[in-house]
Structure formats: structure tokens, C-alpha cells
């Protein structure tokens, strides 16, 4: 696919929308364009422009266009490159159904929660109670993204070695962790100036000459 010329589709189908709501203007095909692009690692800026054109909320942008929240401890070197992806192409998702709910949404995805604890996890014990989280949450990134080829993923928890851990045990430790990195994301992008549209038109133009970088994201430590 022809990035450049996808995006200009996609921007001019968004531009000659109008009175739509965002949920209409983001019609199945541009919907699908958006996804396949943010598979290929185009960059988080784009995607975002494109939403807050389309007339997202201003939190909904916010979460797509901000940082990627881990420990800077030296591990975060260690985090698998199909991590990266995983949250951007989970951050979308989340950010389509929102726009179809007419809501917004309060918790980052799983593979933000691998992306925050695997550096930890890499450094300190964890707590039996956040190994379980760390666990969960790495096991339903892996089984959504399916990264490895040819890797049974029905006897994952079997590979791991352990028993299965229900979301129900660990929902509450989860769900903290989880809104706290979506916060922090937010407010980060919204220091950035994101969630207006007027400055937005200039500042973050929508080209397609950006692929994210992996060893380029930004990051921004929990515990800062």
C-alpha cells in the first residue's frame, strides 16, 4: 500500500465530511486504511491528526498522540519490538470504539501495562499479587497480537508455566495501573499542545514521510 497516497485519501475523505458525526466521517473503509497504516508503524502523529480532524475528543486524541509510559531503569532496552506496535495499533482500536460509543474510555491497553512492568519485572521481584498482573497482561497481549509464527497460543498459559490467572483476580490492581498510565499519557500529550485543533492545523501536519521508529519513542517513566 502507498502510504502517501492512502493518507491523502484518508485526509480528503475526513476534509469533505462535513455535519457528520465522527463515527460517520470514519466510515469502515477509512477505518480499515487507519488500522493497516498503524500495523505498518506509521507515526503516532499522523493517526492523531487525523482523528482530531475528523473532530475526536480532545481526551481520545490526547491518549493516541502521547508518550509510551515505562520504568527508565536500562530495561526498557529489553522490550520486544512487536511490543511497540501492540500499543499503537491497540491505542486505535480503543480510540474507534470509543468514537462509536460517543464515550472515552479511562484504561491504557495490556500491552502498555507489559511495556510499564517487563523493565520492573527485569530489575525487582514482584509482588505474587503483580506477577499475576504482569502475567495477565502479557498473556492477552500475546494472544490478541499473535507476534511469533507457527506458536501454539491455545497452551500458552501451559508454555509459561502456570496456571491461568482470571482477569477477575487480578481486575482491581489492573484497572488502577492501567487508568494511571492512561492519565499520564493524556496529560502529557495535552502539555504537548494536543487536543486543539487550531494549533494542531500547523504543528502536527499530516504527511506520511513519519514511520514511528522503535528505538525513537518517547517514554516517560511512572515514577517520575
Excluded: C
Aim: no cysteine; proline share 4%; net charge neutral.
Amino acid at each position: 500500500m502507498n502510504q502517501q497516497h492512502s493518507l491523502f485519501d484518508v485526509e480528503e475523505t475526513i476534509r469533505n465530511s462535513k455535519n457528520q458525526k465522527t463515527s460517520e466521517i470514519l466510515n469502515p473503509s477509512t477505518r480499515k486504511i487507519l488500522q493497516l497504516l498503524t500495523s505498518q508503524g506509521i507515526n503516532k502523529t499522523v493517526t492523531a491528526s487525523l482523528l482530531d480532524l475528523a473532530g475526536a475528543s480532545r481526551e481520545i486524541v490526547q491518549y493516541i498522540a502521547g508518550p509510551i509510559v515505562t520504568q527508565q531503569n536500562g530495561w526498557q532496552q529489553s522490550i520486544p519490538s512487536w511490543v511497540w506496535r501492540a500499543i499503537a495499533v491497540d491505542r486505535l482500536d480503543v480510540a474507534l470504539q470509543e468514537i462509536d460509543k460517543g464515550e472515552v474510555g479511562k484504561l491504557a491497553s495490556s500491552s502498555e501495562v507489559v511495556a510499564l512492568m517487563m523493565p520492573i519485572a527485569f530489575e525487582v521481584p514482584l509482588s505474587s499479587e503483580w506477577t499475576d498482573v504482569y502475567l495477565w497482561a502479557s498473556y492477552d497481549a500475546l494472544v490478541r497480537h499473535r507476534p511469533f509464527k507457527n506458536f501454539n497460543y491455545e497452551n500458552l498459559w501451559e508454555k509459561i508455566g502456570t496456571t491461568p490467572v482470571s482477569y477477575n483476580k487480578i481486575r482491581s490492581d489492573y484497572e488502577t495501573l492501567a487508568a494511571d498510565i492512561r492519565s499520564r499519557v493524556v496529560k502529557h500529550a495535552a502539555k504537548e499542545g494536543w487536543g486543539k485543533k487550531s494549533s494542531n492545523k500547523n504543528k502536527h501536519p499530516v504527511t506520511a514521510n513519519s514511520t514511528e521508529s522503535n528505538t525513537k519513542m518517547e517514554q516517560l517513566s511512572l515514577f517520575s
